[in-house]
């Protein structure tokens, strides 16, 4: 079965700041691995994803997440934080990109200005 | 990327009746997810719906109380079936797109009271 732990329910960073958003897995096949992002009243909005290619992992609005196999994590990561960043974030796992995703519970991103 | 819309986007429903939600997506799709996120909480796949076969829904949730019709490749409906307050919550579908893609729709916020 597959799992996902997102360290940390609640992150809070000053406006300008490294933004890192924790998350490990737990598969028994090769994941594919997702970032979601949920603004306060809206749906799913994806961040980026994660499908064997490179390890290092670019998505919008400056955000990048590296595949590290030998640590089972896929931590999403910003250089400088703005304050529209705000918001709750989701790690997701699945089997290939046509299975369910298994989600964590999600960090809620705070931005300090 | 696919479209995903879902009709009502709220509702407010008293208790013991039903409420029945659509997600329309803008091209043809053989399979759609149905997910439940509770207040704080992360999302909980209800169940997969293919077309022209019965909802696959996962332990805890049964086909009596989330009956889903799938009757095309682009639409498909979940009913939340007699309402207590502890189904208040989000209902989101979502489809795969591609070999390595899944998108979410708007999501459906229903309060029981």
């Known amino acids: 079965a597959q799992s996902v732990t997102q360290l940390g329910s609640h992150v809070s960073v000053s406006e300008g700041a490294l933004v890192l958003l924790r998350c490990n897995y737990s598969?028994?096949?090769?994941?594919?691995l997702f970032w979601y992002v949920q603004y306060p009243n809206q749906g799913l909005q994806l961040l980026l994803k994660?499908?064997?290619?490179?390890?290092l992992v670019k998505g919008i609005n400056g955000f990048e997440a590296e595949f590290k196999k030998s640590e089972t994590s896929f931590h999403l990561t910003k250089p400088s934080a703005h304050m529209s960043d705000a918001a709750e974030y989701f790690c997701?796992?699945?089997?290939?990109?046509?299975?369910?995703?298994?989600f964590g519970k999600g960090t809620r991103l705070s931005v300090i200005a | 990327s696919a479209v995903i819309s879902q009709k009502p986007s709220r509702d407010i429903c008293q208790r013991g009746t039903s409420l029945t939600i659509q997600c329309q997506v803008d091209?043809?799709?053989?399979?759609m997810f149905w997910y439940r996120q509770q207040p704080g909480q992360s999302l909980t796949l209800i169940a997969t719906?293919?077309?022209?076969?019965?909802?696959?829904?996962e332990s805890g949730f049964v086909i009596d109380k989330f009956p889903i019709s799938r009757p095309n490749l682009t639409f498909s409906t979940l009913t939340v079936s007699n309402m207590s307050p502890e189904d208040s919550s989000i209902y989101l579908c979502?489809?795969?797109?591609?070999?390595?893609?899944?998108?979410f729709g708007p999501g459906t916020r229903l309060t029981v009271l």
């Open positions: 979502s489809v795969p797109s591609g070999l390595d893609t899944q998108y």
């Open positions: 598969s028994s096949v090769p994941p594919y």
């Open positions: 994660y499908t064997s290619a490179a390890t």
């Open positions: 997701a796992v699945s089997e290939s990109g046509n299975t369910p995703l298994v």
């Open positions: 091209s043809q799709v053989t399979m």
């Open positions: 719906a293919n077309q022209g076969s019965e909802a696959t829904y």
